[in-house]
């Protein structure tokens, strides 16, 4: 079965840069979550879409946005990195008019922050 | 505030049940408990979820308290690829937001 799809896997970028990450959903999913995990710590909920609107916002830097696409897929687009952005990024989808199915993990995208 | 409370980590013997506690005393009538689990650094995975009765599927029982305050995730009979962070949720129904993780359990399966 087709799985969440993260890319890319892993990443290094420098202070101030810019990244992208990408994430597809399971097909006919309309709704995606990003997490962000530090090392050591619990997955931090940053933002989520329905329909391609946002659906709710956790603790997402300003530096962060996202957006879902008219394919579903979402991007989480990250400005002037810092050491601290350094973490594992999760997308997970799911399915809305199935009410309180379950969300769908992806295998994460590592980012590196030198 | 965190709406789920649950021990920082825990111990099972190979082969026997696990027993998983999460203190949820502030649900409300119209949220959802649901369990994850974390396995080193992979994606979380579902486990399974429930209302007011208690569930089982291929993986884990959830049991429920009557007063629906706490519940607990039993495996019935842990392996050591079982070794991974439990994480309990409370979610609305009818509501696909919420998804948010607190301090979960981190089962270690000896041998």
């Known amino acids: 079965a087709a799985g969440v799809i993260q890319s890319p896997r892993h990443l290094i970028k420098e202070k101030r840069e810019t990244a992208t990450l990408k994430c597809y959903p399971i097909?006919?999913?309309?709704?995606v979550y990003w997490y962000q995990q530090g090392p050591g710590q619990d997955p931090q909920f940053l933002i989520s879409?329905?329909?391609?609107?946002?659906?709710d916002k956790g603790s997402i830097p300003d530096r962060f946005s996202a957006q879902q696409f008219s394919d579903y897929h979402s991007e989480l687009n990250m400005s002037s990195l810092e050491l601290g952005d350094s973490a594992l990024y999760f997308c997970?989808?799911?399915?809305?008019?199935?009410?309180?199915?379950?969300?769908?993990f992806g295998q994460g995208t590592r980012l590196t922050v030198v | 505030d965190a709406k789920t409370t649950q021990p920082p980590s825990m111990d099972c013997a190979e082969g026997r049940a696990a027993n998983l506690p999460c203190n949820h005393s502030?649900?409300?009538?119209?949220?959802?408990v649901y369990w994850y689990r974390q396995i080193h650094s992979q994606g979380p995975q579902y486990i399974i979820h429930g209302l007011k009765n208690n569930e089982t599927n291929e993986m884990a029982s959830l049991i429920i308290t009557e007063d629906r305050k706490s519940s607990t995730l039993i495996l019935p009979h842990a392996t050591l690829r079982d070794t991974a962070v439990y994480y309990c949720i409370v979610r609305l129904i009818y509501n696909n937001n919420d998804m948010r993780f607190g301090a979960g359990t981190r089962l270690t399966v000896k041998p």
């Open positions: 502030t649900i409300s009538g119209n949220e959802y």
């Open positions: 997970a989808s799911s399915l809305s008019v199935r009410m309180n199915t379950e969300a769908f």
């Open positions: 879409f329905y329909e391609k609107m946002q659906s």
């Open positions: 097909p006919r999913h309309d709704t």
